[in-house]
Each structure stands twice: as structure tokens, then as C-alpha cells.
């Protein structure tokens, strides 16, 4: 934690309580544990809307909270399961109503590497993550599945890292909206 040593039942400890995500590290042995979610404040916040927006194509409405679902590339937890097109559709068609009535804006899905979204074809419109620009702020790590970040107006963030379940983007919202 912290880039400092645990022992392996202090790590396992911490695991189990899912506020942390264990991300393998240089050496096969070892793992890292990162907090899964990071608050905090983009400095040049008209900068960054202006390259989201422009390059998603997709219309925000500045005034109300962005939700941002980046997928990072093809891994084992987001290559695995069995989900068919329906259950997929079913998954984000609630993820997008109740963010919808949480008054923010509908999500933007970006990725960093395409391969793996094959699933998503017809479904979702993904994006390339412009410059790179979401990872380089929010997403410092292949977090295993997917992440997400919601930005309030003001530029305050909450990002969370790994596989998520709705109710976890409808809470930053809630979070970030305070």
C-alpha cells in the first residue's frame, strides 16, 4: 500500500474489504494495492470538456455532472462471462435511466485499446480516449474490466477503478452533486 511492503494476511485483510483492487506489479510475485475510488479537482476543466465532447461527437450539457465508463483493453475479467446482447443492453439501459434522473449528463464510453468491445457492437457507442488525456487523469493503471469517473461542473471528480455495479456511478453522482 503506498508503495510500502505488507504482509501477505495485512494485503489480504485489505483486499477483502473491496475499498482496495490488487494491480500486479514489475515482479510476478508481487501485487500493489490502489484504493478504488480518488476524488479530486481537474484544474483546466473547459480544456478538457471541449476534447471530450468534440471528439465523442457526443452533445453535454455543461451545467450538469459528466459520467465517463473507460474500458483500458482486453483483460481476463472483462473477456470472461457468458453475457448475452440482451443482458448486456438490460445492464445499461438502467445504468443510463437512473443517471438520467440523477440529472447528469448520459454517459461517454471511451477506451484505450478496442480490442474486446466486440460485444458492445450495436449497442454502445464507444470512443477512442482522446490524446489519451482521460487515462493520463484518471486512470493511471489497467484496472481489471472497466472504470469510471463522474465530474461534476466544477471540475471535481470522483473516479472509481475496476469492475463496478451501477449503483456505484449513481452514488459519485450523488457525491459529486453535494
Known amino acids: 500500500i503506498d508503495n510500502k511492503k505488507i504482509s501477505k494476511s495485512k494485503f489480504r485483510q485489505k483486499r477483502s ?17 490502489i484504493e478504488r475510488t480518488k476524488t479530486g479537482k481537474i484544474d483546466k476543466i473547459e480544456v478538457y470538456r471541449s476534447l471530450i465532447s468534440n471528439k465523442s461527437s457526443e ?5 450538469k455532472p459528466v459520467v465517463i465508463v473507460y474500458y483500458p483493453g482486453k483483460d481476463p475479467c472483462n473477456s470472461s462471462g457468458l453475457q448475452s446482447k440482451e443482458s448486456i443492453q438490460n445492464w445499461y439501459s438502467n445504468l443510463e435511466d437512473g443517471i438520467q434522473q440523477l440529472n447528469a449528463n448520459a454517459p461517454i464510453y471511451l477506451y ?25 487523469l484518471f486512470f493511471n493503471n489497467h484496472y481489471p474490466c472497466s472504470s469510471f469517473v463522474v465530474i461534476s461542473p466544477n471540475g471535481n471528480y470522483l473516479s472509481y477503478f475496476g469492475e463496478f455495479g451501477k449503483e456505484y456511478v449513481w452514488n459519485a453522482i450523488n457525491i459529486v452533486s453535494e
Open 17 to 33: 474489504t473491496n475499498k482496495y483492487l490488487d494491480i500486479q506489479i514489475d515482479s510476478l510475485n508481487q501485487k500493489k494495492l
Open 59 to 63: 452533445k453535454l450539457d455543461f451545467s
Open 112 to 136: 484505450k485499446v478496442k480490442d474486446g468491445l466486440e460485444k458492445y457492437e450495436g449497442l454502445l457507442d464507444w470512443h477512442k480516449d482522446p490524446d489519451g488525456i482521460t487515462e493520463k
